[in-house]
């Protein structure tokens, strides 16, 4: 079964930090670029960050710039997003998908291949 999974969402403390994981079975994920996106209550999704097939971050949304970093593992087909001085505004389902290999989806704002399911983060105090 082709799927992505997220995980490593929870509760978090403001200033603290996480690192999730979209981990994709079934399928190499050498082949995409992965997008970062999330969802806030009420709000539209928004991009956080992609990550092409040769190893580039494209695309940081402004409000995770300097606190974010996207980066992948091809050997355990999993791409991660290490998140540092997490604010309350940074709650949010976080979802992974893939994209062209140049990230040419996430930068154009289209249509992505495949989601996860997504992953809860809450930062709060």
């Known amino acids: 079964q082709v799927q992505l999974v997220e995980s490593g969402g929870g509760l978090v403390q403001p200033g603290g930090s996480l690192r999730l994981s979209c981990t994709a079975s079934?399928?190499?994920?050498?082949?995409?670029?992965i997008g970062w996106f999330r969802q806030a209550p009420g709000k539209e999704r928004e991009g956080v960050a992609c990550?092409?097939?040769?190893?580039?971050?494209?695309g940081y949304a402004d409000s995770v710039k300097g606190r974010f970093i996207i980066s992948r593992d091809n050997v355990k087909n999993t791409v991660y997003l290490q998140m540092n001085s997490l604010k309350p505004e940074d709650t949010a389902v976080y979802y992974c998908?893939?994209?062209?290999?140049?990230?040419?989806?996430?930068?154009?704002?289209?249509?992505?291949?495949?989601w996860g399911k997504g992953t809860l983060v809450t930062v709060s105090s």
């Open positions: 998908a893939t994209d062209e290999p140049q990230c040419k989806g996430y930068v154009e704002k289209s249509v992505m291949k495949a």
């Open positions: 079934g399928f190499p994920l050498d082949y995409y670029g």
């Open positions: 990550i092409s097939v040769d190893d580039i971050s494209i």
